[in-house]
């Protein structure tokens, strides 16, 4: 793996950290504590069955053994797990200045991150490409995070394209505990969707999907060279090949939703927008379906 130089990401770094400090305690003051606090539990003990306990919590094992029923009980875990899973492929990661995926990226991972720092939430960090480039176990406090946002800011991958499925069966192999996984990618390559289903049903899963204003209003005037920057071929856009445009677009959209349908969350970012009025968006209908619950 390779890295840029130090000292410049550590001045990336106090860069993003100053930017979103503002942002972070408007999250803070809104939705993140109550949007993915209570939604995992971790086991107590166990005591007599009562008349008003379900039944279906009943150790069966316990119960067997003292001849007589016992429940188990659960409290509410007292931190979270963040884990930023990014896709570095060339798509999402060799834009630059304010308006790219990268930046857009880079901000959402700051302002999650130390919106974590704030309540006492461990951070970890996933890095993939067309292969699994860097996995940071997460852990609590200020330091850590700022290792996680180094090597975010950092590390140089090796490959170019994305290939979901090597990152998909490691995360589902190294994260034991529920966590609150967000995946960020711009989701131009199939998703193998069934294991995606696993991960959404093991984690609160969220999708961050990043996209080029052109992709959420693709109208297109004139003629317009494009590069791929994933394998470096150039092609052409017109209001001709609108068609197939539209149909890779399409393709983006009936997988991710095929994705939501097998309980993960989603969020859509356009490159270059503030990351909080959509975090504040997503937060609020999050809060209102777990109250419809």
């Known amino acids: ?30 939705a993140y504590k109550s949007t993915f606090r209570g939604r995992g539990l971790e086991f107590h003990q166990v005591r007599e069955y009562t008349p008003e306990d379900d039944f279906r919590s009943i150790d069966w094992n316990v119960t067997a053994r003292l001849n007589s029923p016992f429940v188990k009980t659960f409290v509410e875990e007292r931190e979270l797990q963040i884990v930023l899973a990014v896709d570095l492929s060339a798509s999402v990661w060799n834009g630059e200045g304010p308006f790219s995926k990268k930046e857009t990226a880079l901000r959402l991972c700051a302002v999650l991150a130390f919106a974590a720092v704030q309540h006492q939430d461990r951070v970890g960090l996933f890095l ?38 090597p990152a998909f069966k490691m995360l589902t192999k190294v994260l034991k505990r529920r966590s609150v996984l967000f995946l960020v990618s711009d989701f131009t390559e199939p998703i193998p969707v069934e294991t995606a289903g696993v991960l959404a049903r093991r984690h609160d899963l969220v999708a961050v999907s990043l996209q080029e204003r052109l992709e959420k209003n693709p109208q297109l005037p004139a003629r317009l060279a494009v590069r791929d920057p994933e394998t470096g071929r150039v092609g052409y856009l017109s209001p001709r090949s609108d068609g197939a445009f539209r149909k890779a677009l399409d393709f983006r959209e009936n997988q991710l939703r095929a994705w939501t349908a097998k309980g993960a969350d989603r969020l859509d970012l356009l490159a270059g ?13 999050r809060i209102e379906r777990m109250g419809r619950r």
Do not use: C, W
Request: net charge positive; no cysteine; charged share 30%.
């Open 273 to 285: 927008e503030n990351v909080i009025p959509p975090l504040m968006r997503f937060f609020k209908k």
């Open 1 to 30: 793996m390779n890295h840029s130089d130090p000292l410049s990401v550590l001045s990336e770094v106090r860069r993003l950290e100053i930017a979103t400090r503002g942002p972070v305690d408007t999250l803070l003051k809104g």
């Open 128 to 165: 993939f490409t067309d292969r699994v480039e860097y996995y940071l176990p997460a852990r609590r406090g200020k330091a850590a995070t700022m290792l996680a946002l180094r090597q975010l800011i950092g590390f140089r991958p090796e490959g170019r394209r994305t290939d979901y499925r």
